[in-house]
């Protein structure tokens, strides 16, 4: 029999005491502590290299890198082909009310922005494994490149959000414009996947844009350069000493990063590939 | 200006010449090293321990990892609430049609099996993702669990898929009943992710099961022992003259451990807290 009903409270009775009975997590009582033994899944102590423990659950020591800041910010995908130019005008069009919006408030800009970057990732990660589970096919590292984008997204977020707090309209906006953004974004993707990367290219050359004019504000003074969140120092493993400055430099860097990595992927469907057929760059920081 | 049309034709002729212009990837022509060069994401070369080349894109050696086969395979959460019936018998309910479609043919039920296995990870990460975007909240580790899990049963595809070749019939049921369970399992977790993560749990008793019936007949010799494929045997870092015996072991010391996963999400939730309140066991295998 695959289910043997309440089948180790036999073997392990303290462990059933302290959950309540194999049954009793579900009536409450019992704190987190007894349910991990009880499962099996107590997770694992991890610490940094000077053997302090690590204070982050939501990304490990051996995710964290140092960002590659020699790379050329300048780098630009010029629209040639009728997709690229309605890639290249649907991102300008954006542009304009996100300016008028946020005005040179680029610290919450950022915070907003990044919401916003990390859906394209997650959806087109989704996609790719849900096509890679139905073709009975490799994925070519696609699935994983196209995830730890959208999770190193989702760091920028924790990052700005230390720096800046969302008032209640923002949170609403972002509830809404997630909502219309990831099902453009997916039925993009559905339809071509050549379109949905060149965009998400442009994306990202706004978005360094947008961080350089932050740098020039810092360096104006109209912005204060407060010292680095702490999550930001173990996550790009910066020095101490860091400030928001260095923060937006090595952003910056992982936008210019995505921007390669999304127009070499639409590059790749232009010239008549699947993603699959020519290796990710995994762990291009 | 952020957009600098062709603005590096100038800094890298020779590297222009070879995709046809910075614009020119997309007209065709070039091989992938080109664009590669073009974009400088040339994937990094990746070595085995013994010095030989990588040879899967799809994970990496450090992704792999060798099985917990200790794991205690008996264990079972006795449905006791409403919600906990509800997916105990759904699950129990799927059998039925999955034992009368594929008899004992247990090779090509597994592989089948995963390709449904991968979605409820993929679902839940995903959702936890856009939550954790939405709400400016930290994830508390349990988006990169769920998308290893996703990843994890997606391994058990490519591995089974070396074994037993999937027919044409076989590969349209896949694409309807990943449709189906795609969507059920969307709507079931944003409605109750406690019922979600419960009858995850439940589907992971039955692989365990359906895998100990897989072995029965491997030893019973109605199903050939043959070698474990080369795919399996890079990522258990199982020993090279394994079988598929020892394949099925391992997965199914996997699938145990997603059920300990599950049912501890689920728990988490009936005792009203969220995920994020209680650390992910990453890595848990
Ligand atoms: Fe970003
Ligand atoms: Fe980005
Ligand atoms: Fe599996
Ligand atoms: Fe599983």
Redesign the interface.
């Known amino acids: ?8 409270k036999d073997e392990h009775p303290e462990k059933q005491a302290q959950t309540g009975g ?7 009582g ?1 704190d ?1 502590k007894a ?2 033994s009880y ?6 102590k991890v610490t940094k290299e000077d053997g302090t423990e690590w204070r982050w ?2 990304f ?1 020591p ?1 995710e964290t890198y140092q960002a590659d800041l020699s ?2 910010l ?8 009728f997709l ?1 130019k309605v890639a290249y005008w649907t991102v300008k069009s954006l542009r304009y009310p996100t300016d008028v919006f946020f005005q040179r408030r680029y610290g919450c800009r950022a ?1 907003m922005l ?2 916003v970057a ?2 394209p990732g ?1 959806v087109g990660g ?1 996609l790719l ?2 096509q ?5 096919e ?4 696609w ?2 490149t196209l ?1 730890e984008e ?2 190193n997204e ?1 760091m920028h ?2 990052t700005f ?1 230390e720096v800046s707090k ?1 008032r209640w309209y923002e ?1 609403a906006l ?2 809404a414009v ?1 909502g219309i953004f ?1 099902n453009a974004y997916f039925l993009a993707y559905l339809a071509s996947p050549k379109l949905a990367h060149r965009v998400v290219g442009y994306l990202e ?2 978005a ?2 947008s961080y ?1 004019e932050f740098l020039k504000e810092l360096d104006k003074g109209t912005i204060e350069n407060v010292p680095a969140p702490a999550i930001a120092i173990d996550y790009w493993r910066m020095p101490p000493d860091s400030t928001l400055r260095d923060v937006v430099m090595v952003v910056r860097a992982d936008e210019a ?1 995505h921007r ?2 999304n ?2 992927a639409s ?2 469907h ?4 699947e993603l ?9 920081h």
């Open positions: 029999e695959s289910t043997v009903a309440l089948g180790d194999a049954s009793g997590a579900a009536g409450g019992g987190d349910i991990v499962w099996g899944v107590e997770p694992a659950h939501c490990r051996w790379i050329d300048k780098k630009h995908h010029a629209p040639v082909t690229d915070m990044e919401t990390a859906v997650m989704m494994h849900f890679s589970l139905r073709r009975f490799h994925s070519g590292g699935i994983k995830l959208a999770e989702r977020l924790m959000m969302p949170r972002v509830v997630q990831f050359e706004e360094i844009h350089t990063h390669d990595v127009h070499f590059d790749i232009y010239q008549g590939h699959k057929s020519s290796p990710a760059p995994l762990g291009y």
